[in-house]
């Protein structure tokens, strides 16, 4: 089993940045692709990013390419989310996942982290 803990998030305004980590623990974490989803209130929960262990290859949702940035560092079970130029429109909780296979399905998806709150004022 693998366990998921996102940090990172709070309030900050429009342009600003942010960067969240996910801790994973429990099974190895080189055996997985990660994922980033976030969740607005009303709103169903969507794709952010993912990167796959094995080349390092990462996926990006339309709404987040050019200004978010998923990285990896193996050695530390670690993932990180970079957002600069956040506006708005990108407040959400943020959650972090792990799959056997890279997806943009949040079913595809077997373990959750709890989220972290991304609030963004005007």
């Known amino acids: 089993q693998v366990q998921l803990a996102e940090s990172g998030g709070g309030l900050v305004q429009t342009g600003d940045s942010l960067r969240l980590s996910c801790a994973a623990s429990?099974?190895?974490?080189?055996?997985?692709?990660m994922g980033w989803f976030r969740q607005a209130p009303g709103n169903e929960r969507e794709f952010v990013a993912s990167?796959?262990?094995?080349?390092?290859?990462?996926d990006y949702a339309d709404s987040v390419k050019g200004r978010f940035t998923i990285s990896a560092d193996i050695a530390k079970n670690t993932v990180y989310l970079q957002m600069n130029s956040l506006n708005p429109e990108d407040t959400a909780v943020y959650f972090c996942?792990?799959?056997?296979?890279?997806?943009?399905?949040?079913?595809?998806?077997?373990?959750w982290g709890q989220g972290t709150q991304v609030t963004v004022s005007s």
């Open positions: 429990g099974r190895a974490f080189s055996s997985y692709a």
């Open positions: 996942a792990s799959t056997r296979a890279q997806s943009r399905v949040d079913r595809d998806y077997d373990y």
């Open positions: 990167i796959r262990r094995s080349g390092g290859y990462t």
